[in-house]
């Protein structure tokens, strides 16, 4: 159960980096983030399953993913954005979300599609500390932790993950000092996207099947994970997902499925009534 817990939870917290890359450059959350992720997982299933090579298909997805999340800036948040104190955002990638799952029943079908095995088998397994633990398990918590590490350090020590904190500080100052904020806003949505799809496929992956509703429940456990983590914290964020994923398996294992869902809610309200900024959050000095 830990190790399944692990897994999941490796991979909301790859959700929530996602989420907190669009929220840096433009003060937004992306509520149709879950959408996103179900249309690359339900893209590689059919595609693999009509025989196109497995690669190649997975490379569509994200590519797809990708852009989705460049159009939903463009055509869902940018405009909103120009309205001083408008919340309208939230509403318009809902929507957007709401859409995505539409075409998906649309294209797809409303039954769950069947993912195959893209990394092991589903028998595949190897004995730890005198338990049979799935091989996707490790291989899923281990590309999660890898890739939301990686960027980390992108963001920490490349030129753009300058321009992205430098963006998330003052846009304007950032504008001024001649850094190409359209651009770094454009390619921060772009990887939120492919992000989406790598969690999307991978969490998949466990499950073992997809189908047009089943991103919204991981868009909002990794919401919960970026929350308690901390808004703007990869670390943060990726402790606050392990730990909730670990906390769900072990609750329904031991106590009732249903109980599972209650944990996520119960540690946001004890975080945010302790440390409303989060585990790793940085309080921050706004004039108003």
């Known amino acids: 159960m830990i190790f399944s817990g692990l897994s999941v939870g490796a991979v909301y917290a790859l959700i929530a980096l996602g989420l907190n890359l669009t929220f840096w450059t433009t003060r937004v959350?992306?509520?149709?983030?879950?959408?996103?992720?179900m249309i690359a997982a339900m893209l590689t299933a059919v595609m693999i399953g009509s025989g196109l090579n497995m690669l190649l298909a997975i490379l569509i997805s994200l590519a797809v993913a990708g852009a989705v999340l460049i159009i939903s800036e463009i055509v869902a948040i940018r405009p909103l954005l120009k309205v001083s104190g408008s919340m309208g955002w939230v509403v318009s990638?809902?929507?957007?979300?709401?859409?995505?799952?539409?075409?998906?029943?649309?294209?797809?079908?409303?039954?769950?599609?069947a993912f195959p095995d893209v990394l092991f088998s589903s028998s595949a397994s190897v004995q730890l500390f005198g338990a049979w633990v799935s091989m996707q398990y490790i291989?899923?918590?281990?590309?999660?932790?890898?890739?939301?590490?990686?960027?980390?350090?992108?963001?920490?020590?490349?030129?753009?993950?300058?321009?992205?904190?430098?963006?998330?500080?003052?846009?304007?100052?950032?504008s001024l000092m001649g850094i190409p904020?359209?651009?770094?806003?454009?390619?921060?949505?772009?990887?939120?996207?492919?992000l989406a799809g790598v969690a999307g496929i991978l969490v998949s992956?466990?499950?073992?099947?997809?189908?047009?509703?089943?991103?919204?429940?991981?868009?909002?456990l990794a919401f919960i994970a970026a929350v308690v983590g901390g808004?703007?914290?990869?670390?943060?964020?990726l402790i606050a997902g392990l730990a909730l994923g670990v906390l769900?398996?072990?609750?329904?294992?031991?106590?009732?499925?249903?109980?599972?869902?209650?944990?996520?809610?119960?540690?946001?309200?004890?975080v945010?009534?302790?440390?409303?900024q989060g585990l790793l959050g940085k309080k921050e000095m706004v004039k108003v």
Do not use: C
């Open 231 to 237: 808004m703007g914290s990869a670390t943060g964020a």
């Open 272 to 276: 945010l009534a302790i440390r409303p």
């Open 29 to 37: 959350l992306n509520f149709g983030q879950g959408s996103v992720l």
């Open 139 to 174: 291989a899923v918590f281990m590309i999660s932790v890898l890739i939301v590490g990686l960027m980390e350090l992108f963001l920490r020590y490349s030129t753009w993950g300058y321009g992205v904190r430098a963006v998330a500080h003052d846009p304007d100052l950032a």
């Open 93 to 113: 990638t809902l929507g957007l979300g709401i859409f995505l799952q539409g075409v998906a029943s649309l294209a797809f079908g409303t039954q769950a599609v």
């Open 205 to 220: 992956q466990i499950s073992g099947t997809v189908d047009p509703g089943f991103g919204l429940h991981l868009l909002i």
């Open 181 to 194: 904020v359209r651009k770094v806003v454009l390619y921060s949505f772009m990887f939120s996207g492919l």
């Open 248 to 270: 769900e398996k072990l609750i329904a294992g031991y106590y009732s499925p249903a109980a599972a869902h209650m944990v996520a809610f119960v540690l946001l309200v004890a």
